[in-house]
């Protein structure tokens, strides 16, 4: 964790302590967390409540959540070993390993697509193909949600030419949310808070057309090999967090509220969005965390065919299953 000034990161989550004792926080070991975007962001809800409900702290952690600069600067940093943690999604070393970057992912939150096409049916769209010509919204051309449309596109009979896909950021589901463009390349939150503003969202999950995979946690080699029983402890509570909301989402919305004031009086937007995440992501996977080895094959195989990536990686070099309970 030195130099954690010269390299850009913005501390977003230290609100998210939730209070620890002082005892405690003189005895637990702190690690870091990247996530590739701020905290409050209710896609990291597992993590939230996992710490909110002391789960980490069960496992004598105490975890500080840092915003990186985007995916790829996540992974860069938990490669360099700049923090022992980092997320992602379960693509992320297919991309990354090609490049030299040593991380795998040892847990992958849900067995589905974390990312979902949202269309507006009162635009006149409820098919893919009816796209063609028209403007998709999406987070950024290097985001693996946009590699994920670009397969539910080909599926479809188009390719990127034949749509205008418009990267705007985080705040672009605010252009699809205001009616100012027909789709998006979506998450539950962002589809959720479109339907609210009293958008017609017609909803396409990526797996119907395209096997991308859920939010992951990455970890290096190094740290894999040299702190397995930290790694081991990490995954063991974050994955008591992701149970949490599949098994009670209204008591985990209640939690995760608690620990983000931002969503005080929000009660029905959370439970809403944890919801359609246990509906399109969270479900699938038996034991939660499991990483389906042929799933990832064949997602590398789309990406090294695509021109994503120069050169395959052997398969179990990009994930290991060792650290989830059965």
Not at 168 to 178: E, I, N, R, T, Y
Not at 199 to 214: G, L
Not at 230 to 258: M, N
């Amino acid at each position: 964790m030195k130099g954690f000034k010269t390299i850009g990161l913005i501390v977003a989550g230290m609100a998210l302590a939730f209070g620890s004792a002082k005892g405690y926080a003189d005895e637990a070991r702190s690690v870091t967390y990247l996530l590739p975007a701020p905290p409050s962001l209710p896609a990291f809800a597992p993590w939230i409540v996992a710490q909110q409900r002391g789960y980490y702290k069960d496992e004598g952690l105490n975890v500080n959540f840092v915003t990186a600069k985007g995916g790829a600067d996540v992974a860069k940093q938990v490669g360099a070993g700049n923090a022992p943690f980092g997320g992602g999604v379960g693509d992320t070393p297919i991309i990354v390993r090609s490049n030299g970057i040593p991380i795998k992912a040892v847990a992958v939150l849900g067995g589905k697509s974390f990312m979902h096409l949202a269309m507006d049916k009162g635009d006149g769209v409820q098919k893919i193909e009816q796209l063609k010509g028209k403007t998709i919204g999406a987070m950024s051309y290097s985001d693996t949600t946009y590699y994920a449309l670009l397969g539910m596109l080909k599926a479809n009979g188009l390719d990127k030419s034949s749509v205008d896909i418009q990267a705007s950021g985080p705040a672009v589901w605010k252009l699809f949310a205001d009616k100012k463009i027909p789709a998006l390349a979506s998450i539950p939150e962002w589809s959720i808070s479109a339907e609210m503003a009293g958008v017609d969202v017609e909803i396409i999950p990526a797996d119907k057309y395209f096997k991308s995979m859920a939010q992951a946690i990455l970890v290096s080699d190094k740290t894999i090999q040299e702190e397995p029983e930290l790694v081991r402890s990490f995954v063991r509570a974050t994955l008591k967090g992701l149970k949490a909301i599949v098994e009670d989402p209204e008591s985990a919305a209640a939690d995760y509220i608690s620990a983000v004031p931002a969503y005080q009086g929000k009660n029905d937007y959370i439970l809403r969005v944890f919801k359609l995440y246990n509906d399109l992501i969270y479900s699938g996977q038996n034991p939660l965390g499991k990483i389906d080895e042929a799933r990832l094959s064949a997602l590398q195989d789309f990406y090294v065919k695509e021109g994503i990536v120069n050169n395959a990686s052997p398969v179990n070099e990009l994930y290991t299953n060792e650290f989830i309970p059965e």
